[in-house]
Structures are given as C-alpha cells and as structure tokens.
C-alpha cells in the first residue's frame, strides 16, 4: 500500500517497475498557476508571462521543451523571447543564432540591445554564452544577477506575451537566478526511471525561492516527455508521476520522436522541420495547455 501524501519536502519510496525510487508526494506547499476554462484558448489572459523551464538532470528534455514550446506560442500568434541561461547553448544555436561573446546578463547594457529575431515570425533569442568566467560572474553575484534579470524583463514586458528561460541541468545559482526572475516553473520529466531521481532537491529549490519572494514565483506545471508508450516503464513511470503530483502535470505527453530529435541541426523548431510529426502535435498541444492557464 502506497503512504499517504506528507507535507513537503517529505519523500516516500515507491516502487516503479519492480526497483525503489525515492521522489516526492504531491506538491500541496506549492502554489500552482490556477487554470481558466471560462474562456477560448486563443485569448491571453495575463500578459507578461515568465516560465523557466528547469530541471537538476540533463538529458530529460529541457531545452527541446523551452525551444519548441516558445516556437508553438509564436506560431500562435504571441510575441515570445527565448532566454537562454544554460552554458551549453543549445537553445541559442537550436535556432541558427550564435552564442553571445559574453553573456548579457553580466553586460551594463539592458539586455533588449542583446536580443536576436530568428527566422520565425514572433520569435527572439536572448543568446547565452559558452564563457566559463561569464558563468562563474553570474553564479558570484545571484542576487544581483536575479535582480538583474528581474528588472531588465520587467522593464519590457510590454513588448513579450511570453518568456522562457532555458536553465541549466543543475541546481546552482544559475537555475536560482532564473527561478527568482521567473513567474512561473516548468519542469520536464523524462519517462525512465533514473528521472525520477533527485526530484525532492529540485522541488526543495523551487520552494525556497518561493519563500524569499512571495507571491511572485507559482508552479505552472510538469510535463511528461521522451514518453514512449510501447515501453511497460513508461507506462509505470507516468502512473506513478501522475498519482503523487495529481494535477500539476500536464495531461500532454512530448513522445520519442526522431523528428524532434534532427529539428535542432536544421536551426528548426520540430513545428516548421516536421510539423505533421507527433512531436510538433504535442507540443502544439503542450502550448494549447499553457495558454489555457491564467
């Protein structure tokens, strides 16, 4: 018999096929971006929406999910910029956009002078950087650079319907300065079993900047991805994501899809490489979703 829900951070161990994983019960502490059905999905109801898309593992999806993610919204007509905050870069050159000598977060210029349209209507790229000193400047002062980022996309919220910080695969100071400028949090999960891993350390991040600032930073939601359906794990995997988180996952699934995978090597988002593909449907349905949240 499965434990009862404790208060978070309390993890429980579960069994998922025939193994223990240790992950964490349902994110009651956590306040959640309440959805609207009242209204069609095409509306926007707030404006200014900031979502870091943030999880500790790599591998799970991150960045496929902020970029293709930010694609579908600009495909929808919203003004989307794309921030990338991860050293690797992957969002910035995922779209033919060259990485940033020097990272504009560490830049006295505002950060609207850094920003790169890309090809595709509505969509732009705040680029990140590979430099190893511009991650360790940001990572010395991660108040300042959360204030930092805070102040320069408030400054222009007006021009973005929506904003997606692409973090990197960890829980450093980077992900926090994201996580501080953010108004809400994404976080992709990978349907295997390692991904479960370590779930408490990250809910646990997102919970203290949350504290430090009230009222600003809401759960927007988790979303299931390299979702295959022919495997027995991923089925036991999403039961088990789905029971202890209840509503706060997506009911959109990303599935493995080799469309998704070579979009990236064509400066594509997998809507324009392949969009008639089962990854450009999810997260076509993903992006339905996330607008339908107030």
């Known amino acids: 018999m499965k434990p009862g829900p404790p208060t978070l951070p309390t993890a429980v161990v579960s069994p998922v096929c025939g193994r223990d994983v240790t992950i964490v019960t349902k994110v009651a502490d956590i306040p959640m971006v309440p959805g609207v059905r009242s ?52 969002a910035t050159t995922g779209f033919g956009v060259a990485p940033a000598a020097m990272h504009p977060l560490v830049l006295e210029t505002p950060l609207a002078d850094s920003i790169v349209a890309t090809s595709l209507p509505n969509l732009f790229v705040l680029p990140g950087s590979r430099s190893v000193r511009d991650v360790e400047r940001i990572a010395a002062r991660s108040r300042a650079g959360s204030a930092m980022l805070e102040q320069h996309l408030g400054l222009g919220l007006a021009a973005w319907d929506y904003c997606l910080i692409d973090c990197p695969p960890s829980i450093g100071d980077l992900t926090r300065t994201a996580l501080a400028g953010s108004t809400e949090v994404l976080m992709p999960i990978q349907c295997e079993y390692f991904a479960l891993e370590g779930l408490t350390q990250m809910i646990e991040v997102i919970r203290d900047v949350m504290q430090e600032r009230p009222g600003r930073l809401s759960f927007s939601g988790i979303v299931l991805t390299m979702h295959d359906a022919a495997l027995e794990l991923t089925a036991e995997v999403e039961a088990e994501v789905r029971d202890f988180f209840g509503e706060i996952v997506f009911q959109t699934v990303i599935p493995r899809d080799v469309a998704v995978s070579e979009a990236p090597s064509h400066a594509q988002s997998v809507l324009d490489y392949a969009p008639r593909s089962r990854g450009a449907r999810a997260y076509t349905e993903l992006c339905m979703e996330v607008r339908d949240c107030e």
Do not use: W, Y
């Open 39 to 90: 209204g069609p999905v095409g509306r926007i109801l707030r404006v200014g929406r900031i979502l870091c898309v943030a999880n500790q593992k790599g591998g799970v999806g991150k960045t496929t999910t902020a970029s293709n993610l930010a694609a579908a919204l600009a495909h929808g007509g919203m003004r989307t910029l794309l921030v990338d905050l991860d050293p690797q870069c992957n």
